[in-house]
Nanobody, 124 residues
Framework: QVQLVESGGGLVQAGGSLRLSCAAS????????MGWHRQAPGKQRELVAG???????NYADSVKGRFTISRDNAKNTVYLQMSSLKPEDTAVYYCNSDVLTSSSTGSYRTARYWGQGTQVTVSS
């Protein structure tokens, strides 16, 4: 079992900054890709940013130049630094991790796990 715990959301004025964190714990052998998605009211969940185990990143066009994703492999944690926030960035942000886990029987499996979501609200 793997748990992803997010923190760092909140209310901020337009132009401000927030930093989200997401820590994974459990029967983790290794973590491949990690990322952040968001879902605004009435809209589909969309990818915000992703990062591979080797540190290669990708971003949605709407956040390029404003958001930075990073990870600390020793802490199984992924971060999202958000700057120059806009009202349209308002959404629930979810982290995800592609995790290789082991069981007591010695079997291994890879699965994508999700955090519980953290609200980010940007006021104009």
């Amino acid at each position: 079992q793997v748990q992803l715990v997010e923190s760092g959301g909140g209310l901020v004025q337009a132009g401000g900054s927030l930093r989200l964190s997401c820590a994974a714990s459990g029967s983790i052998v290794s973590i491949n890709a990690m990322g952040w998605h968001r879902q605004a009211p009435g809209k589909q969940r969309e990818l915000v940013a992703g990062i591979t185990s080797g540190g290669i990143t990708n971003y949605a066009d709407s956040v390029k130049g404003r958001f930075t994703i990073s990870r600390d492999n020793a802490k199984n944690t992924v971060y999202l630094q958000m700057s120059s926030l806009k009202p349209e960035d308002t959404a629930v942000y979810y982290c995800n991790s592609d995790v290789l886990t082991s069981s007591s029987t010695g079997s291994y499996r890879t699965a994508r796990y999700w955090g519980q979501g953290t609200q980010v609200t940007v006021s104009s």
